[in-house]
């Protein structure tokens, strides 16, 4: 069953056209992972589904049209966002970040909810009163993922986890976001440039082309895929 559908969807930036109607799904409790070229839509099709362009269309989430919804709605009804370099508040404290996450979606008990993030990375709870900006780049992007968990949002939404970490950091985030996915319910719709260990955890990919969607098919055996790799896997 899926928790978000999207039909027809256009997006642009001023006058200009970026999405040309395009269609997906996100299946419940599943993590889709959306593939494509840079330039290809991926970060706009994650700005659309929260509200931050200017759309036409339709995007069901949970039954519900949310298209042309506010922003703040939008993350009140469950769904999150780990943008593009992370998004955290460099001279703010660990924790300050996280009660941020709490506050944006009106969690009732925030306390309670960092708790619990604490308790699945350690590590930021070590480091919950220091700023922010003097975190590793790993713990800003557990701290970005944490922040956006603290809302025990339906619907995760990251755009390229990895951008700027090393492989073993890397993979420590995937490994991070199957194990949410696998104890919460999560379901995850992350864009990812590093296609294979995205593809590990998925379910689903789309794949995207010039503000088009090319294909959706299930990820296992998706990397050995011929065609699919010359044009979405970059060898
Ligand atoms: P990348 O992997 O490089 O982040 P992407 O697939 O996420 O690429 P988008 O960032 O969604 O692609 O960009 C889609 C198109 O929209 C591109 O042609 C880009 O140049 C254009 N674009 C992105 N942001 C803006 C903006 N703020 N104003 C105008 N055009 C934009």
Not at 30 to 47: D, E, F
Not at 116 to 136: H, I, N, T
Not at 165 to 170: F, M, N, Q
């Amino acid at each position: 069953m899926s928790l978000l559908s999207v039909e027809g969807l256009f997006a642009w930036y001023g006058s200009a056209e970026v999405l040309h109607g395009i269609e997906f799904q996100a299946e419940k409790g599943a993590v889709t992972v959306v593939l494509g070229a840079n330039g290809a839509g991926k970060t706009t099709i994650l700005r659309a589904l929260c509200g931050m362009v200017r759309t036409r269309g339709r995007i069901e989430f949970d039954g519900r049209d949310i298209a042309g919804m506010r922003t703040d709605r939008i993350a009140r009804l469950g769904i999150a966002h780990v943008p593009q370099g992370r998004g955290t508040f460099g001279d703010l404290t660990v924790e300050e970040n996280l009660r941020i996450g709490g506050y944006a979606a009106a969690v009732a008990d925030t306390d309670r909810a960092i708790e619990q993030w604490y308790d699945f990375f350690p590590r930021l709870r070590e480091r919950r009163r220091q700023q922010a900006g003097g975190l590793s780049g790993g713990e800003q992007q557990m701290l970005a993922i944490a922040r956006a968990l603290v809302a025990a949002p339906r619907l995760l939404l990251l755009d390229e986890p990895s951008l700027g970490l090393a492989p073993r950091i890397t993979q420590e985030v995937f490994r991070a976001l199957s194990r949410i996915n696998a104890e919460t319910g999560t379901t995850i719709l992350v864009v990812e440039q590093n296609a294979h260990l995205a593809l590990d955890i998925g379910s689903s990919a789309v794949l995207v082309d010039a503000g088009r969607i090319v294909a959706q098919r299930p990820a296992a055996g998706l990397a050995h895929d011929e065609s699919v790799r010359r044009a979405y896997l970059g060898y």
